[in-house]
């Protein structure tokens, strides 16, 4: 069952319907879903949908000419064979479809391209000349993103400036992960999103049928599954030196999340290779370098500013607990390093991936007008605030601390403090306090509201709060896990 990705599919099926020659790029990373929308969008419609492999430029062209001369095309009754790509890239133009565009679907492009680097100028010149006038739809789709964003869509490609659509596919967020688990509990949607995270065929590894611990042993820790070896091979498909690669993100996972942290933790003398290698991790989109959400451009330019994270769920679920065990799971002590090392471990691990759920929430509700006020900026606040200390006469210190999530008007003027809190314990009345504390020199300038995120309720002093507050607003686990079935 296909699950999710209407908004891909509509901006696909928009341009299928415009009265005009289409030329879409679509790409993203490995297992993030775009073969399956591809075919999705494709049912129902006639179509040739070829995948490249890596092949000799002669191979790939020999494939491609027997998928087009599948069709009923004229030069099929002279050729079985274009030969060259001029021909067959024209031989489009021919298909005999009679309703719709005439379709034709490049999977892995950039395999084709690497067999022959003159294809982007035989299909612009193609493009320029007939295509773009006739009634066709070519998407060309890759999972390489840096070849995808610094040769295709670059200035000196020749093909820049040519498509009519580029849509980066991003991971799917938790309401469409969650629909992969309709029958867990709120509590276990959370878990299950916190160890996969958003890509479909991590997600599709799970049977949701069974339990979270039993899918974590049978699918993950055991050997011969699927995603037992997904790490290192995405690794070995996209890097070299992949041992370094392998410090780095364990690094990061186990919460250095400061570059010289990452450079000593990884044993990497020179910050400034560390740099590099984060920087193409970032753009396989595993790691995220995170800043402050009020911080200017400026800042966002200084190499030494930010903190760095997984934004891939599973990475991190990897390297936190499987990465450093895998003697122990290749000798099969699935049990074992479940139940001593994930196990007591993992409602805590999850809170992370919670927070995100929670943003995700949050943009939900601007899209619903359910805000107190629409913000311009919101994620996660890091700097020095004023933190409650009942030791000290004034009874307050200013610390070094972080506010899960910060959302900020326009003008600056209106701010909401989010504080998620992902644990079996009600969101105490002190905890609410410490949030109230936070970016207390502002509120001489801004008004401030508050938004309360929690698993496992507030207690009764909050919910008293909340009735006669105007500023502060509850969320439970319900309420937030369930937002999208809600009106």
């Given amino acids: 069952m296909f699950i999710g990705r209407e908004t891909e599919l509509q901006f696909l099926q928009d341009k299928y319907e415009e009265n005009k020659g289409q030329l879409i790029v679509l790409y993203g990373r490995r297992r993030v879903g775009k073969t399956e929308t591809l075919r999705e969008f494709c049912k129902d419609k006639p179509h040739v949908f070829f995948s490249c492999t890596q092949s000799i430029d002669r191979v790939q062209l020999a494939r ?3 998928q087009i001369l599948r069709e009923n095309i004229p030069a099929r009754q002279y050729i079985s064979e274009f030969t060259d790509w001029e021909k067959a890239f024209h031989a489009i133009l021919e298909l005999p479809y009679k309703t719709g565009k005439k379709l034709v679907v490049i999977d892995e492009f950039p395999y084709m391209c690497k067999g022959n680097k003159s294809i982007p100028s035989i299909l612009q010149n193609l493009w320029d000349t007939e295509l773009k006038d006739s009634n066709v739809m070519i998407i060309l789709c890759g999972s390489a993103m840096s070849f995808i964003e610094k040769e295709l869509l670059a200035e000196k490609n020749p093909l820049y400036g040519r498509a009519t659509g580029i849509y980066k596919m991003n991971k799917m967020g938790f309401y469409d992960a969650a629909r992969f688990f309709p029958n867990y509990s709120a509590e276990d949607k959370i878990l299950a999103y916190a160890v996969l995270g958003g890509i479909p065929h991590y997600l599709s590894q799970f049977n949701p049928q069974i339990s979270i611990s039993e899918n974590i042993k049978r699918n993950i820790l055991s050997k011969g599954s699927i995603l037992y070896s997904e790490a290192d091979f995405l690794l070995h498909q996209e890097l070299r030196e992949t041992p370094i690669y392998n410090s780095i993100i364990e690094a990061v996972a186990l919460g250095n999340t400061r570059l010289n942290d990452i450079s000593q933790k990884s044993l990497i003398e020179d910050t400034s290779k560390t740099s590099v290698y984060l920087k193409n991790l970032i753009e396989l989109d595993i790691v995220e370098r995170e800043f402050s959400v009020d911080v200017g451009i400026k800042e966002r330019a200084n190499t030494n500013r930010g903190i760095y994270r997984l934004t891939d769920n599973f990475f991190r679920f990897w390297y936190t607990f499987c990465f450093a065990n895998l003697s122990q799971l290749e000798d099969g002590d699935v049990e074992g390093v479940y139940e ?68 900020i008007d326009k003008e600056a003027k209106k701010y909401l403090i989010g504080e998620c809190k992902f644990k079996h314990s009600q969101f105490a009345y002190s905890e609410y306090l410490d949030t109230l504390a936070k970016l ?48």
């Fill in 64 to 66: 491609f000419s027997k």
């Fill in 340 to 407: 001593y090392l994930i196990k007591p471990s993992l409602h805590e691990f999850a809170s992370l991936a919670f927070e995100d759920v929670c943003k995700e929430f949050v943009r939900g509700l601007q899209r619903k007008n359910a805000l107190p006020f629409r913000y311009a900026k919101m994620g996660r606040w890091i700097g020095k605030t004023t933190v409650r200390d009942n030791s000290l006469k004034n009874g307050a210190r200013t610390a070094e601390t972080e506010i899960d999530l910060l959302a």
């Fill in 440 to 487: 207390a020199p502002q509120k001489e300038k801004a008004k401030f509201y508050y938004a309360l995120f929690s698993e496992s309720g507030f207690d009764g002093k909050i919910t008293e709060k909340a009735r006669t507050s105007e500023n502060l607003y509850l969320y439970d686990l319900d309420m937030i896990v369930n937002f999208e079935n809600n009106p």
